[in-house]
């Protein structure tokens, strides 16, 4: 328990830390002190040994993308750890409800119609609830107490969009869009600017609420929905409150973010390991250290060659091999 109490206190340390040194990352080298001073001086007048275009870089080039990185990690992390406890399965992601290729398909379309970018993060957005919203109306029409159902029907309405995200690749335009479309379904921060943070982090610091408020109700639904009921859970009530949140943090880290694998579902169960399952402990750090990965990630995206390399790429090949540890790791508990 002493163990535990630390975690979140030096996960909160090492992701202030890291997010001072990746502030100096780049082709543009600044030491730490000078990223410390510079953002002290957005608050309070100090003498400034700086160029302009150093604080140029650091407040209005490279913060915005070290926000956005920690938003978007802590987000589809905490979305993961909210799914897995919710259906009771260890290898549960935010795109097991269509979020991610119904999102991948509004973003498309806005591309293929050449909308700005307000438009593409708005598409993709309203098209990630939308893909959500369709999983729920059928999955309750054909049994609304099965979660295993809703599963399957996430499967289906997935394959669906990715189906027409197809269609849009075979019909745009080779020269200019259809590289758009590709670009953005990889995955990158390259294009987050400024404006595009308050409306992000307020939507999935909402659903994180939402999430924080109800742990007790989820925690005591991961023993079963029968059991839950008999202690006075409105299991229907708590499952919809869950897979809204979880969907609405989930879109919106898509919308500026692309299409980024393996956070959410790796990054719980790195949580876990740190702090058991209990959901009031489970959330916040995986969102702390879904905020720490992404940020590591990002870093050697932009940092790992002379050409960045799309942040989707990079979370697979880092995913992909640290799953496989975990799941070696915890064999035991997968029987």
């Known amino acids: 328990m002493r163990r535990q109490r630390t975690v ?26 000078t990223v410390l001073a510079v953002l002290v001086a957005q608050i309070w007048e100090i003498p400034a040994d700086w160029t302009p275009a150093v604080e140029q870089i650091v407040v209005h080039v490279r913060l915005p993308r070290i926000l956005a990185a920690m938003l978007v990690g802590a987000a589809l992390a905490a979305a993961g750890a909210a799914y897995q406890t ?34 593409i993060q708005a598409g993709a957005f309203a098209m990630g609830l939308c893909a959500v919203g369709l999983v729920f109306a059928v999955g309750q029409a054909i049994n609304r107490h099965s979660l295993i159902v809703l599963v399957l029907v996430g499967v289906v309405i997935a394959a669906f969009f990715q189906a027409l995200i197809s269609v849009l690749k075979i019909i745009a335009d080779p020269v200019d869009v259809l590289p758009a479309i590709t670009f953005w379904l990889l995955g990158g921060l390259n294009r987050v600017t400024s404006a595009d943070l308050p409306l992000v982090a307020m939507l999935i610091g909402l659903a994180l609420s939402v999430l924080y408020a109800l742990r007790w109700q989820v ?19 708590i499952r919809l409150a869950l897979i809204l949140s979880a969907t609405l943090m989930s879109a919106a880290a898509v919308s500026i973010a692309g299409i980024v694998g393996w956070v959410g579902l790796v990054v719980p169960h790195i949580a876990r390991l740190l702090v058991g399952s209990s959901f009031e402990r489970l959330l916040p750090v995986s969102a702390l250290t879904g905020a720490l990965f992404l940020l590591l990630v990002d870093n050697l995206s932009r940092g790992a060659t002379t050409m960045e390399i799309p942040l989707g790429i990079t979370a697979s090949v880092i995913g992909a091999p640290l799953f496989l540890l975990l799941l070696l790791r915890t064999k035991a508990g997968w029987s």
Not at 101 to 107: D, E, H, N, P
Not at 219 to 237: F, Q, T
């Open 8 to 33: 979140v206190p030096v996960l909160g340390l090492t992701l202030l830390g890291l997010a001072v040194l990746s502030l100096g990352l780049g082709r543009v080298s600044i030491p730490p002190g």
């Open 86 to 119: 919710l259906f009771r399965n260890p290898i549960v992601a935010p795109d097991v409800l269509g979020v991610s290729a119904g999102a991948g398909f509004g973003a498309s379309l806005a591309v293929t119609l050449n909308l700005g970018a307000w438009a």
């Open 219 to 237: 925690n005591v639904m991961s023993v079963g929905s029968e059991e839950a009921r008999m202690l006075g859970v409105d299991v229907g009530a």
